[in-house]
């Protein structure tokens, strides 16, 4: 190979990494370019684990005891309104057989209710029946007692537990309270009887201490 081949091949060379040299350098400056036009910030690339600042309570099963205060008391609030949503219930079935027992069986009443119904409905609040002012009374109070787990401070919450969901009962009814069927207020009495009795024992306990 004479001498200018070799310059050729010496010059075509350098030419060529010249311009892999510029097209690199262009590379950056187009992707800036791109950029600039969009708006969009693009951020360096981070490789590995970065540790966030923030934690909560969930995260780290720590709670404060404010926290702990807050779930307790939303409990107690939820457990309260389902044993309201229990009384108006069971004290508007009563009534309403207290109403159905007190019909008359004539030919209005007849498109609704037949004698049988009349009878079922009379003996289920007679005495040993099962909304009778005992049995409607004593799963009342058996209901208080479960949720007072024998902290005698829940007493009162329960005790106006019960009486607003006499009130909702007799909503129901479109009514006062002193418009109920007489076996509601028979009712009423006895659970509040129930009541002073049951708070009153831990007052006879606490002076036997």
């Known amino acids: 190979m004479d001498t200018t081949q070799i310059s050729s091949i010496s010059s075509a060379g350098t030419m060529q990494i010249g311009t892999a040299a510029k097209a690199e350098s262009a590379q950056p400056a187009a992707a800036a370019a791109a950029q600039s036009e969009s ?8 490789d590995g684990y970065v540790k966030s600042n923030e934690t909560n309570a969930e995260d780290t ?5 404010e926290t702990i205060s807050q779930a307790i008391e939303s409990a107690e609030e939820r457990r309260a309104q389902t044993f309201v949503n229990m009384l108006q219930k069971m004290l508007g079935r009563q009534g309403e057989n207290a109403v159905i027992s007190e019909m008359e069986l004539n030919e209005a009443i007849r498109q609704n209710f037949t004698q049988e119904d009349l009878d079922a409905a009379t003996a289920s609040i007679s005495e040993g ?4 002012v005992d049995a409607v009374a004593t799963r009342i109070m058996d209901f208080a007692m479960a949720l007072a787990g024998g902290d005698p401070t829940k007493i009162d919450l329960l005790r106006e537990s019960v009486q607003k969901g006499f009130g909702l009962a007799a909503e129901t009814f479109g009514r006062d309270l002193e418009d109920m069927p007489e076996i509601t ?14 708070e009153q024992s831990y007052q006879t306990d606490s002076a036997e201490e």
């Open 39 to 46: 708006g969009a910030v693009t951020q360096p690339r981070q």
């Open 61 to 65: 099963g720590i709670y404060s005891k």
């Open 129 to 132: 029946g099962e909304y009778s």
């Open 185 to 198: 207020h028979q009712t009423y009495d006895e659970i509040m009887k129930r009541f002073d009795e049951w």
